[in-house]
């Protein structure tokens, strides 16, 4: 199956700071989504993003498919944003495969 | 609109037991997935089912069966749980124009 890496594991920000998370993948993929875990453990969709860029709010997405990654732009953080963001990607078979995520903590 | 519920919340079970964990939603979408999410691990996808009738094996079947009767129902089944089973368990669905999954709160399940 295909195989992904998120990076950094960890990252601690200051609130108002910019930070960019990464999601590489071994393979062509036709299905990737962020995901953002809050610290109560509800997961929320942030992006369906195969390729190409979107923004909503702070947030941005941006994948490239030739080149196997996408990441995950977040401005002005504010402490809201602390949790495990994930990145799942799916090929041909359609069955999603999470990376392990990135644990982010915004401090005040 | 509730989107997908689970239930229990949260269950502590002797090993050997019998535990189905439910999932419902209300957006009609075809198909449906489940996780268990471990610590360091991330999500790791057990069954999933592309349409009401129809199921598929994930990346961690063993030990755990599905079934989907209707569009709207998933439930999980530990026929016999042991403690390695013990994790908390995410339901999700997918819209079929997007593929955007959308998931339920969770079932944090104890295995003694």
């Known amino acids: 199956g295909i195989q992904v890496e998120q990076s950094p594991p960890d990252l601690i920000l200051q609130e108002g700071a910019n930070s960019t998370l990464r999601c590489n993948f071994s393979d062509s993929v036709n299905n990737l989504q962020w995901f953002h875990q809050n610290p109560w453990g509800q997961l929320i969709n942030l992006f369906y993003?195969?390729?190409g860029t979107k923004q909503n709010g702070r947030l941005s997405a941006t994948t490239v498919a030739t080149e196997r990654y996408s990441l995950l732009y977040i401005s002005s953080s504010q402490t809201t944003d602390s949790g495990v963001y994930f990145c799942a990607v799916a090929g041909g078979s359609y069955i999603p495969t999470f990376g392990r995520g990135t644990s982010l903590i915004v401090h005040p | 609109i509730a989107g997908i519920t689970q239930a229990p919340t949260s269950q502590i079970l002797a090993a050997g037991r019998r535990m189905t964990l439910r999932c419902t939603q209300d957006?009609?979408?075809?198909?449906m997935y489940w996780y268990r999410q471990d610590l360091g691990l991330g999500l790791r996808l057990i069954h999933y089912?592309?349409?009401?009738?129809?199921?598929g094996k994930g990346e961690v079947p063993d030990g755990y069966s599905v079934s989907r009767a209707n569009t709207d129902d998933f439930p999980l089944t530990l026929a016999s749980a042991v403690p390695s089973q013990t994790s908390v368990y995410f339901c999700a669905s997918s819209d079929e124009y997007t593929d955007t999954q959308y998931f339920g709160p969770g079932t944090r399940l104890t295995v003694l």
């Open positions: 089912s592309n349409t009401a009738g129809t199921t």
């Open positions: 993003i195969p390729s």
């Open positions: 957006m009609r979408h075809n198909a």
